[in-house]
């Protein structure tokens, strides 16, 4: 099989420098449709940089990045979130003093092309309600649907940043460490949600926490010094020996 042509969102010879350094060096990456990618590695690993790359919020020195066959390396962020490559806790529209429900409204409505136009009659835009309801259930925020967003505790509006997300019905997901100041409880309701909602999408993930990309995780990258170390799945890549010495035996970034 051709990885290449398989992959849904791709990468070759990424580099970024910063004043001559580089962060990124020659990456070659693909993230396969249907899967859960994790981009793993030590401090000052590159996986950051290489994130904001392919989400378009750093423009790469060299390199190229293909999604769904389309050359994307000169695309804006916002051209390449409509297209369907978007980055949650990043463009998702949560607002504090708003319930989840409109706070998921706002999302269906900018989706439906509709969130510029303030005179909307109430009327109009209960028919996003249906749909705005099913994301809330599909969180599991529904007895919160009521709540201002401010009142919810951390975890929830995580989950409720992930509904507006999904209102953009995105077919990749890009989450930069999901699970980055949460308890066990939390992150074992997030670990759940986007092992649910990576069912018929595709999801890359930046994460710390080695347990949950060990559960969770299709395929994992690890990145040192800015360059591939190891790729595979969790078993392999955490019994490589350079692995192993990138990380000096710990479990933390």
């Given amino acids: 099989m051709n ?15 910063f004043f001559g350094f580089k962060a990124v060096n020659k990456v070659d990456l693909d993230i396969h449709e249907g899967t859960i990618h994790a981009l793993i590695g030590p ?16 423009t790469p020195t060299a390199g190229t990045i293909v999604f769904q066959g389309r050359d ?28 989840v429900l409109d706070n998921v409204r706002v999302a ?14 109430n009327r109009m835009l209960d028919r996003l309600n249906d ?3 099913q994301l ?14 401010a009142e919810l505790p951390y975890g929830r509006k995580r989950a409720l940043e992930i ?8 077919p990749v997901l890009l989450f930069d460490e999901p699970m980055a100041g949460m308890g066990v409880e939390d ?13 018929g999408r595709t999801v890359v993930m930046v994460e710390h926490n080695l347990n949950v990309v060990a559960d969770l995780c299709d395929q994992v990258t690890v990145l040192a010094r800015g360059e591939i170390l190891a790729e595979g799945d969790y078993a392999s890549v955490s019994s490589d020996a350079r692995v192993r010495e990138a990380y000096m035996g710990s479990e933390d970034e």
């Fill in 3 to 17: 990885a290449a042509a398989d992959a849904i969102l791709s990468a070759k010879g990424l580099t970024k420098e």
């Fill in 136 to 149: 809330i259930e599909a969180v599991g925020l529904t007895a919160f649907a009521g709540h201002d967003a």
């Fill in 131 to 133: 749909e705005a309801h």
């Fill in 187 to 199: 992150i074992g309701r997030i670990s759940d949600l986007i092992r649910r909602i990576a069912k």
């Fill in 108 to 121: 269906l409505q900018r989706k439906a092309h509709l969130g510029t136009q303030f005179w909307r009659s």
């Fill in 43 to 58: 401090n000052g690993a590159g996986k950051t940089t290489v994130f904001n790359l392919l989400t378009k919020f750093l």
């Fill in 163 to 170: 509904a507006t997300t999904l209102a953009l019905d995105p």
């Fill in 72 to 99: 994307i390396t000169g695309v804006r962020p916002a051209d390449v979130a409509r297209m369907g490559l978007v980055r949650s806790f990043q463009i998702s529209a949560v607002f504090p003093h708003l319930t």
